[in-house]
């Protein structure tokens, strides 16, 4: 499975201070401006272009889950995660930022199961701010996987932190409220629908001002609801006027999605910003290497846990069932369900065979049975991995449903063979565009280290795979929501 453990699933615990102290407080000797009553609370023309940022992040809590729709399930969850990164601000509309990360690896506890996540070598300078969407990470280099994304998204966003300040002078104990769209950002959802979370300027000490957060919000990430309740504390250096430290305890609860579950959690993040101004990874001249022309890679890398292939699905497609035999994938939009693919791989052709266009399409006939109307497209093209690919569009009725099926066949020259079908109603056909025909478009099969084994049947048609009979929709309007189980 896609295993979609949330981004701020964190516990509060002890956070290691061996590894990120909480900055001491100022000496009475200290240099700086020296204590007011007011302050100007807004970033300044000497805070820093690039910044080092050291987080640590803990959860617990429970993930609900209820895979049969009738019993809510609760299973204990554990998270520790580190990111270590240099982050510098953009002068473009993409990327917003650039990060170059040192360090990024998380330890989850899922129930009594143990799973550790670390960002791969080739995946350290990342983007922020893509084409789609404002404030996605994207790896300048290639495709994240998931559960890189996953752990680069588990520290709030930092480049939103100038924008909790009022921008204005503010007198001790006196507050603010935060906009809503500044929280949407930090926290990386899509949209806060209601907050009463304020700043309050507690203190002003010779370096630093003590900024102190709390409230409530009501908010959606993928068209799922959930609410907060904040806290945090802050320092702003009055200095180099920007926020150099902040600490956030918040306890998060998040409905269940249709592609992952729900979760019931408390985080605990501490966060230090530091001055990086000569940072060797994000320098102008460091930067001047990078080919900025091509458009971010927002697809997600998706490498089965033991099937042989490996294929690029986008940030809205979840793998629902990663197993051998099958691995079904679901594109939630807006906590719409759109669309469900099931991707198998089928036994080997005969070497040199290749299998008829004709015959594919007699076998997706076949396997809808009753609830084939007509097929609306039937074409033949190589794919950017150099596969043939056949695919063919079905459309008919299904638990009176009007259903449209995009089947694909996957072949290499080695005989190896792939079936997908894609399943949503007609009328939400505009929603999946060609994302299906992009994923697999970027499907390739693992290389061959031994000759291809034939299957034990001459045929090489899908249906010896174990087509369905009667494929449903995978709407919200549907029954049972079953998936489409190509084989």
Same mark, same amino acid.
């Given at each position: 499975m896609d295993r979609p453990i949330s981004r701020r699933l964190f516990s509060l615990g002890s956070v290691a201070s061996t590894w990120l102290a909480t900055p001491a407080l100022p000496s009475l000797w200290a240099k700086g401006p020296a204590p007011a009553d007011t302050l100007l609370l807004a970033t300044g023309k000497d805070?820093?272009?690039?910044? =080092? /940022?050291?987080?640590?992040?803990?959860? *617990?809590g429970d993930l609900?889950?209820?895979?049969?729709?009738?019993? +809510? !399930?609760?299973?204990?969850? =554990? /998270?520790?995660?580190?990111?270590?990164? *240099?982050?510098?601000?953009?002068?473009?509309?993409?990327?917003?930022? +650039? !990060?170059?990360?040192?360090?990024?690896?998380?330890?989850?506890?899922?129930?009594?199961?143990?799973?550790e996540y670390h960002l791969r070598d080739n995946n350290h300078l990342v983007g922020i701010g893509s084409s789609e969407k404002d404030e996605d990470l994207y790896s300048v280099t290639g495709p994240l996987l998931r559960d890189e994304l996953e752990l680069?998204?588990?520290?709030?966003?930092?480049?939103?932190?100038?924008?909790?300040?009022?921008?204005?002078?503010?007198?001790?104990?006196?507050?603010?409220?935060?906009?809503?769209?500044?929280?949407?950002?930090?926290?990386?959802?899509?949209?806060?629908?209601?907050?009463?979370?304020?700043?309050?300027?507690?203190?002003?000490?010779?370096?630093?001002?003590?900024?102190?957060?709390?409230?409530?919000?009501?908010?959606?990430?993928?068209?799922?609801?959930t609410e907060v309740d904040f806290?945090?504390?802050?320092?702003?250096?009055?200095?180099?006027?920007?926020?150099?430290?902040?600490?956030?305890?918040?306890?998060?609860?998040?409905?269940?999605?249709?592609?992952?579950?729900?979760y019931e959690a408390t985080l605990q993040m501490k966060i230090v910003l530091t001055p990086q101004d000569n940072s060797?990874?994000?320098?102008?001249?460091?930067?001047?290497?990078?080919?900025?022309?091509?458009?971010?890679?927002?697809?997600?890398?998706?490498?089965?846990?033991?099937?042989?292939?490996?294929?690029?699905?986008?940030?809205?497609?979840?793998?629902?069932?990663?197993?051998?035999?099958?691995?079904i994938v679901r594109l939630v939009d807006r906590g719409d369900l759109i669309a469900q693919g099931d991707i198998s791989i089928v036994p080997d052709a005969p070497a040199g065979k290749m299998l008829p266009l004709e015959e594919f399409q007699q076998e997706v006939e076949n396997a809808l049975g009753d609830n084939f109307e007509q097929f609306a497209e039937a074409s033949q093209s190589t794919t950017a991995t150099g596969l043939r690919m056949l695919r063919v569009v079905a459309v008919g009725v299904t638990n009176e449903l009007s259903i449209q099926w995009n089947y694909y066949h996957l072949s290499s020259n080695q005989g190896q063979q792939a079936v997908m079908?894609?399943?949503c109603e007609s009328e939400l056909v505009d929603r999946v565009a060609d994302q299906d025909r992009n994923i697999a478009n970027s499907f390739d099969f693992h290389p061959r280290t031994a000759e291809p084994i034939a299957p034990e049947t001459g045929s090489t048609a899908p249906a010896q795979a174990g087509f369905p009979r009667t494929p449903a929709a995978p709407s919200s309007a549907s029954s049972k929501n079953r998936p489409v189980n190509v084989r």
């Open positions: 805070a820093p272009r690039i910044r =080092d /940022v050291k987080a640590q992040i803990e959860i *617990h609900k889950l209820n895979p049969d729709g009738k019993e +809510l !399930r609760r299973v204990p969850l =554990d /998270v520790q995660s580190k990111v270590h990164y *240099h982050e510098r601000n953009s002068k473009s509309k993409s990327p917003r930022g +650039l !990060r170059y990360y040192l360090v990024g690896n998380s330890q989850l506890k899922v129930g009594r199961t143990d799973f680069l998204n588990g520290c709030i966003n930092t480049l939103a932190l100038p924008e909790l300040l009022p921008n204005g002078e503010k007198r001790i104990n006196e507050s603010w409220k935060i906009p809503e769209q500044v929280l949407a950002r930090l926290l990386q959802f899509d949209v806060v629908h209601q907050s009463d979370i304020q700043g309050t300027l507690k203190a002003i000490e010779s370096e630093i001002g003590l900024l102190y957060f709390q409230g409530t919000l009501q908010a959606s990430v993928g068209g799922v609801a806290k945090a504390k802050a320092n702003f250096d009055r200095q180099r006027k920007f926020v150099r430290w902040i600490h956030l305890a918040y306890k998060e609860n998040r409905s269940i999605g249709h592609a992952e579950p729900g060797p990874h994000l320098s102008d001249a460091a930067l001047k290497q990078i080919a900025w022309d091509n458009e971010p890679i927002t697809d997600l890398e998706f490498h089965p846990t033991k099937a042989p292939f490996r294929m690029q699905i986008g940030r809205h497609w979840r793998v629902v069932t990663d197993d051998p035999q099958s691995t079908v894609f399943t």
